[in-house]
């Protein structure tokens, strides 16, 4: 995966209401790849549903401490999903569950959030669920 196109960072960020998904802050804006970019990269363009729109802060914290949490909330995909697209997105400051399409986002209730999430992940997709939920400081208890 390769840095995205000025037009996929831009429908990115417009899709996201140019700010961060995760905590709200507007600047300094960045293009998180959902999916772990491979060492050394690749030619592959990310596609805007591989793409979602975080601070720089909050975009570090998701490869770091907040990893369990991000992936409970389809902020990151694991690598070898082939389509980002059938992972939804949380975006807690509307307390909604989306799922991506295109350069859009379309609203959908947790109960289909966990079906998707479950079709990709099985129990996996549970336990980062309840670590997201239960666990104290939302890196659970491993
Ligand atoms: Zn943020």
Redesign the pocket.
């Known amino acids: 995966m390769s840095a995205p196109t000025k037009q996929t960072r831009q429908d990115v960020y417009v899709r996201d209401g140019y700010r961060?998904v995760?905590?709200c802050?507007t600047d300094p804006l960045t293009f998180q790849h959902r999916r772990a970019v491979g060492m050394g990269g690749s030619k592959i363009l990310p596609p805007p549903v591989d793409g979602l729109t975080?601070?720089a802060?909050?975009n570090q914290r998701c490869e770091a401490d907040l990893q369990d949490a991000a992936l409970a909330h389809g902020w990151k995909v694991r690598r070898w999903v082939r389509s980002p697209e059938r992972v939804p997105v949380f975006f807690p400051a509307e307390l909604a569950w989306y799922r991506l399409e295109g350069t859009r986002r379309v609203r959908i209730s947790a109960a289909v959030a966990m079906e998707m999430g479950c079709a990709v992940y099985g129990d996996e997709w549970m336990r980062w669920r309840a670590h997201a939920l239960f666990g104290a400081d939302g890196r659970g208890t491993r």
Request: net charge neutral; aromatic share 0%.
């Open positions: 961060c995760m905590c802050a975080l601070c802060s909050c």
